[in-house]
């Protein structure tokens, strides 16, 4: 099995003056000159005293020379750290503490915010998005490295950081394997090859822009257009020229807004993928209807990568994320006894794999109780296998309502609201209830120009659901409150709601 780093140099090779990153109104950066500032950076790494296993931990705003940083992490044998951009000084010291990085590089616009850091210990350097900072200005000076310190599959490669909703955040770390692995499982199932040109406009701290987008198209010898945000007119100007989008609901939902979505500009397309979120159904539907083409929905965390895929060639279902993909295994339990369940039957996701990570970073306790004793790990979210074999979210274990002694799973309430004219979207959360334990609620986002009343939903509710599962309480709201990759954050609406029951 060969590593992220050996796979792009492959490609490297082959590709040479083939563009890797393009930019809109910039020039073009091919992978020739990719490797060439990789190698330099490898040379800075080891001048600043990084070592093979050390970590690196990375808060810089998205630019190509970030990701050749992440490559010459991997080439001198280091594990590479990403860190949301929008994360505090003080959550910066925490993920330090934990972490114990040799090097913290930081944006030149923050260095004096960071400065204080520096020591014996750990270095403190900059990367900027317009090719600037130390990191670049040392490797101009430097004659690359072209070694790469013997990495094996199951060496440490990355540590990403949970978002710590449940307690404090917790480093899930991935092996070269890891990586590898599923690269090359999805390079396969979505049929990505050299030829594929993927408009990349999501954040590189995370799985999807990260583990998936760049390393299936470093690995493939694919070009990137290289966003740093989205913009839907922006994404469909791009279409023409232009073969797979990887994006996140909100993308789809953005474009769904703009009157030029069409078959004619979407022609050009192959393949829209989305996750890191429950994609709505009617907007998988809508976006059929005006493209011809069906949003393909796909299924990771964190810890595993990606697990699940609707089929390339096959139906693509709204709601289901799809089958394991090849080399994975995926299983419903029940959630108090651990027994495997029959198709149909809700209980706890599980999977075990060459996806699945090594565990959470200085965490032996915690690892040791996500993980059963026959190697499967239990992701927390709940789902079913249908009869036709597709895997269906259902929430989060840690969402799921507990009322009057019955369960009640928010996807299966947030579903019949949604399906009510009149609504846009809504979450279900479970609130301290003192006689129930906890009352199911509904937060409701109207339609832009609609007004409607908690009455109308729990009256149009009475016949569709049964009455265990019923809203007691139903809030409007403007919006939902979401994380960088679309995620409704259900523990934020917990804490606003919190009072509202006697």
């Known amino acids: 099995m060969q590593t992220i780093y050996e796979n792009f140099i492959q490609a490297a090779e082959t590709m040479q003056a083939k563009p890797l990153f393009e930019r809109p109104g910039e020039p073009s950066i091919s992978y020739t000159q990719t490797r060439e500032l990789v190698e330099r950076l490898a040379a800075v790494l080891g001048e600043v005293g990084v070592a093979p296993g050390d970590r690196i931990a990375v808060q810089v705003e998205k630019s190509p020379e970030a990701i050749a940083l992440y490559l010459a992490t991997l080439q001198v044998g280091a594990i590479f750290l990403p860190l949301n951009t929008a994360y505090t000084g003080a959550e910066i010291d925490y993920f330090i503490g934990d972490a114990a990085p040799r090097l913290f590089v ?142 996140v609901p909100t993308f789809y939902t953005r474009l769904l807004k703009s009157d030029r979505l069409s078959r004619e500009t979407t022609a050009g397309m192959r393949l829209f993928v989305s996750g890191s979120a429950p994609l709505l159904a009617e907007d998988h539907r809508a976006f059929q209807d005006r493209t011809g083409q069906a949003i393909l929905e796909r299924y990771g965390m964190t810890e595993t990568c990606m697990i699940a895929s609707n089929p390339y060639d096959g139906a693509r279902i709204p709601g289901a994320v799809g089958m394991a993909l090849p080399g994975i295994s995926v299983r419903v339990t029940d959630r108090e006894t651990g027994a495997v369940l029959a198709d149909e039957e809700i209980g706890l996701i599980e999977v075990k794999g060459p996806n699945v990570f090594e565990g959470y970073w200085n965490m032996p306790e915690k690892t040791a109780s996500e993980f059963r004793k026959d190697g499967y790990f239990i992701t927390g979210d709940l789902g079913q296998i249908g009869k036709d074999g597709y895997l269906r979210i259902v929430g989060r274990d840690k969402d799921l309502v507990i009322s009057g002694g019955y369960n009640v799973y928010p996807k299966e309430v947030e579903e019949a609201i949604d399906a009510l004219p009149g609504v846009l979207e809504s979450a279900v959360i479970g609130l ?71």
């Open 106 to 247: 930081c944006d030149p616009g923050t260095f004096a915010a960071h400065a204080h850091r520096a020591g014996p210990t750990l270095a403190v350097e900059t990367l900027g998005a317009t090719a600037d900072g130390t990191l670049i200005e040392r490797a101009r000076g430097v004659t690359p490295r072209e070694d790469a310190h013997p990495s094996g599959p199951d060496d440490r490669a990355a540590i990403l950081y949970t978002s710590g909703t449940t307690g404090r955040s917790k480093g899930a770390v991935l092996t070269h394997r890891n990586l590898a692995s599923n690269t090359e499982a999805l390079l396969d199932c979505w049929r990505f090859t050299a030829e594929d040109r993927l408009i990349h406009a999501l954040p590189i701290f995370h799985t999807h822009g990260l583990f998936v987008a760049a390393n299936m198209s470093l690995t493939a010898g694919a070009t990137m257009i290289f966003l740093i945000k989205f913009d839907a007119e922006q994404a469909i100007d791009l279409m023409a020229d232009a073969s797979v989008l990887m994006g």
């Open 432 to 502: 301290p209830h003192s006689d129930l334990g906890e009352g199911v609620t509904a937060v409701v986002v109207p339609r832009s120009g609609v007004v409607l009343d908690p009455q109308q939903i729990t009256a149009a509710l009475a016949d569709r659901l049964a009455r265990f599962k019923q809203p007691k309480r139903v809030f409007m709201v403007e919006s939902l409150p979401r994380n960088v990759m679309g995620k409704v954050q259900k523990a934020e609406l917990r804490r606003l709601f919190a009072d509202t029951y006697a």
